[in-house]
């Protein structure tokens, strides 16, 4: 295991849900990361922390909110999705913005939004 | 405008046999070039990383190299077996951003 988890692994909802993902991390890193990876597409960046401060949005819908309590954790809030967002959701930390930025993924959330 | 490519067909090969990937890239000046493997369902783990002024990165079975007059870095497992079919990315941070910037993978098929 990479020091990465993510819960829920599976999500299913409907465009009118508001749900939660939630990424913790164990490496005591400073930088957190949500990544979207849809199918034959490469990862695409969507926010970055970097010691609890937001340091990227990289143009995301207002329907996807980012949260970043402490340097472990990362949460990403959903509300009235599009079927188009259903993809593999990853959280990724490193131990802090920039240098050498090697990065450790966390398993992913598969999400389905019908 | 910037690219970085990689063959999105899958790389199918015969066990014992090296599996080279490819990964080109235009427009950026990459201060280093990572590679990671991904297994189905999973997250990115990360393998190698080289920099801009290394030509070649070992790690037992894999190596990676690095040519930026041809904007290309090159990705072998030697003596590959089964256990090495998976996805394989590469990614390069710009000298300009901080940003991990990742290819769209290769799947690598190593047939008992």
């Known amino acids: 295991e990479t020091g990465v988890t993510q819960t829920p692994r599976h999500l299913v909802m409907g465009m009118t849900n508001k749900k939660s993902l939630k990424c913790e991390q164990h490496?005591?890193?400073?930088?957190m990361y949500w990544y979207k990876q849809s199918a034959k597409k490469p990862l695409e960046l969507m926010f970055v922390?970097?010691?609890?401060?937001?340091?990227e949005n990289n143009s995301v819908p207002s329907r996807f909110s980012p949260e970043c309590p402490n340097s472990s954790h990362l949460f990403l809030h959903l509300h009235t999705l599009q079927p188009e967002d259903s993809a593999l959701y990853l959280c990724?930390?490193?131990?802090?913005?920039?240098?050498?930025?090697?990065?450790?993924f966390g398993p992913g959330t598969r999400l389905t939004v019908l | 405008s910037q690219k970085i490519e990689q063959n999105s067909e899958a790389l199918n090969i015969q066990e014992g046999k090296t599996a080279t990937l490819t990964c080109n890239y235009t427009?950026?000046?990459?201060?280093?070039l990572q590679w990671y493997r991904q297994d189905p369902g999973r997250g990115p783990v990360f393998l190698l990383l080289?920099?801009?002024?290394?030509k070649e990165k070992r790690k037992e079975r894999l190596k990676v190299t690095f040519d930026t007059t041809l904007k290309q870095s090159l990705f072998h497992i030697t003596a590959s077996q089964p256990a090495d079919s998976a996805t394989y990315l590469c990614?390069?941070?710009?000298?300009?951003?901080?940003?991990?910037?990742f290819g769209s993978g290769t799947r690598l098929l190593v047939r008992p």
């Open positions: 080289i920099r801009e002024n290394e």
């Open positions: 490496l005591g890193h400073n930088a």
């Open positions: 427009n950026y000046s990459p201060a280093y």
């Open positions: 990724a930390s490193s131990p802090k913005r920039g240098d050498t930025d090697t990065q450790y």
């Open positions: 990614a390069l941070v710009s000298d300009s951003s901080y940003k991990l910037i």
């Open positions: 922390y970097n010691f609890k401060e937001q340091t």
